[in-house]
């Protein structure tokens, strides 16, 4: 049972944020409603999202990168923990309409601070509870997104089911070359 929605959307947010900010090279500079958009599905009031924001959150995404990049969990925890050394976390039970929840920050804090202790906290539930082995960078080679798992059977390896596709498609591709291939006379 998942008790706190917090956890799922600030890994959400962590991967939606990384992706947007880091893995579309030559891609236009993000406005702020683009911003808003992509923050806009994880439970985050996103109208309180200003220009001046655009650059602390990138900033913030290319540190959360380098977790989804960590080989070890050491290294993940390591990242995390410096994370969460940088972000004032005070939670409180409120209600503004969504029901009893929890929030991480006091009433009034700052856009970007929002953001950052949710994505922290998120990533730091994900490798409590999973480890390292349900995140990192898209398993095909060609692509920079990073993924999250919060499946039950926890197997992606993919950002997204078109480069799972790809890499299938490119794998079956290979196998057939190979098979159709003469074979070889190493005889001298």
Same mark, same amino acid.
């Given at each position: 049972?998942?008790? =706190? ?13 990384? =992706? &947007? ?7 236009? /500079?993000?406005? !702020?409603? *683009? *911003?808003? #958009?992509?923050? #806009? /599905?994880?439970?985050?009031? +996103? ?10 959150? *990138?900033?913030?995404?290319? $540190?959360?990168?380098? !977790? &989804? ?6 290294? #993940? !925890?390591?990242? +995390? =923990? ?8 005070? /939670? ?18 700052? &856009? ?20 390292? $082995? ?9 692509? $920079? ?19 799972? =596709?790809?890499?299938? +498609? ?11 291939? /003469? ?6």
């Amino acid at each position: 049972m998942d008790v =706190n929605g917090y956890r799922s959307d600030g890994v959400g947010a962590a991967v939606a944020m990384v =992706n &947007f900010w880091t893995a579309d090279e030559g891609a236009a /500079p993000p406005t !702020v409603d *683009a *911003a808003r #958009a992509m923050l #806009a /599905p994880y439970s985050f009031l +996103v109208r309180d999202a200003r220009a001046a924001d655009l650059g602390p959150l *990138a900033d913030w995404s290319a $540190e959360l990168r380098r !977790v &989804f990049e960590a080989e070890r969990l050491e290294d #993940a !925890v390591d990242l +995390v =923990n410096g994370l969460l050394d940088r972000v004032s976390v005070r /939670p409180r039970l409120v209600d503004h309409g969504y029901g009893l929840h929890v929030h991480y920050a006091l009433p009034g804090a700052a &856009f970007v601070d929002r953001v950052r202790i949710n994505t922290a906290i998120g990533l730091a539930a994900l490798l409590a509870e999973h480890g390292i $082995e349900r995140s990192g960078v898209c398993a095909e080679e060609r692509c $920079e997104r990073v993924y999250a798992d919060t499946s039950r059977n926890g197997r992606r390896r993919f950002c997204s089911d078109t480069c799972a =596709n790809r890499a299938n +498609v490119a794998a079956h591709r290979a196998r057939k070359r190979a098979s159709a291939a /003469p074979p070889s006379s190493d005889a001298t």
